[in-house]
């Protein structure tokens, strides 16, 4: 059986506060995740959810196919710019500190990307919006390190 993780992120500014939301499927289990962040930018706040989406899983080896409207992370992944990336130390490149966090967890599953189109009919996307935006506009935020800490 496939997992499905569903991942949105959101900044307001960016950069400025922002959020993830999760949405994992596993049959008819779902569960849902989302943090908000007081400075950050989007592209940050979606490699944070699939990374966080990953984080949560308690086995290895699964199949899993991960749903985001973001073509930062879809394209870096699919097209093999991030392996680029690996081998030139992550020059001149930003949020090295979340794509070698989340090169591991990728490589403990069989991950499959999926592009959807955002803010459309797709109801799984529309929810991770919400849970990204009301976590952008919580105020219960985190730091989030990797950002502030280089600007």
């Not at 960016?14 to 008819?28: D, H, M, R, S, T």
């Not at 073509?71 to 979340?98: A, H, M, P, Q």
């Not at 967890?105 to 991950?111: C, E, G, P, Q, W």
Request: hydrophobic share 35%.
């Amino acid at each position: 059986m496939e997992l499905h993780i569903y991942t949105d992120g959101a900044s307001r500014g960016n950069p400025g506060p922002g959020g993830y939301g999760i949405l994992l499927i596993w049959g008819k289990v779902r569960k849902e995740l989302s943090q908000g962040y007081r400075k950050t930018t989007n592209n940050r706040m979606e490699l944070l959810a699939v990374i966080t989406g990953l984080e949560t899983l308690t086995r290895e080896g699964l199949d899993v196919i991960i749903f985001t409207d973001s073509k930062y992370v879809v394209d870096s992944i699919e097209k093999g710019w991030l392996w680029g990336w690996v081998k030139t130390g992550f020059r001149d490149k930003k949020n090295k500190d979340l794509w070698t966090r989340f090169i591991p967890l990728y490589k403990k599953h069989r991950v499959k990307m999926q592009w959807v189109k955002g803010h459309a009919s797709n109801p799984f996307n529309n929810r991770c919006d919400e849970l990204a935006t009301q976590a952008a506009d919580s105020g219960n935020w985190l730091i989030d390190e990797g950002f502030e800490s280089e600007n």
